[in-house]
């Protein structure tokens, strides 16, 4: 680290070699339930080393510093997708809902098919996008490779779907 804030560049990239798997661990061993998201907020973590590093003592241990770094990135990610995961509520479709006689079933099924009108009242991409992100769950990076496009455009491509979508039933109603 100290060679590295030298502008030793081949120092830089070793020590971002070593901190690499060590970061992956920590991060591994507490994000067990969402094993996908490990390299994302691996990134986040390197990239914050990399913009705070002219804030480390040189006199403090350098893994302790990194460490904390770690520690408030998972904060950082835990705060912002623990609360949202938190209200997914698990349902079995085959099960039903307590109590339901049927009716549920059939609302269920009218609910789909006026999902599907509407959905095919946007562009094939938008449909696509939402489809697979918002109905099917797959992630951004999954949809991207799906449709052949950037993440960036996935996302575009469902935030105008649902506000297109937003819009068609404001003027429905």
Not at 35 to 45: A, F, H, K, R, S
Not at 120 to 148: F, M, N, Y
Request: a positive charge; hydrophobic letters at 45%; one cysteine or more.
């Amino acid at each position: 680290m100290v060679a590295s804030q030298d502008g030793d560049a081949a120092a830089y990239q070793a020590l971002l070699r070593a901190v690499a798997p060590h970061l992956r661990g920590f991060l591994r061993r507490r994000l067990h339930q969402w094993p996908g998201e490990v390299e994302d907020i691996l990134q986040e973590c390197l990239l914050a080393l990399h913009n705070q590093r002219h804030t480390w003592d040189a006199r403090l241990p350098v893994t302790s510093w990194i460490q904390a770094i770690a520690k408030y990135k998972l904060i950082d990610w835990l705060r912002r997708h623990g609360r949202r995961d938190a209200l997914h509520v698990a349902y079995d479709e085959d099960a039903g809902f307590a109590g339901d006689d049927g009716a549920g079933t059939q609302a269920a099924q009218e609910a789909s098919r006026d999902l599907a009108v509407l959905l095919a009242l946007l562009p094939r991409q938008q449909q696509a996008a939402i489809t697979h992100t918002k109905l099917d769950g797959w992630s951004v990076r999954e949809t991207a490779d799906a449709l052949r496009i950037s993440e960036a455009s996935v996302k575009t491509a469902v935030h105008r779907g649902l506000k297109a979508l937003a819009e068609k039933l404001r003027t429905m109603t």
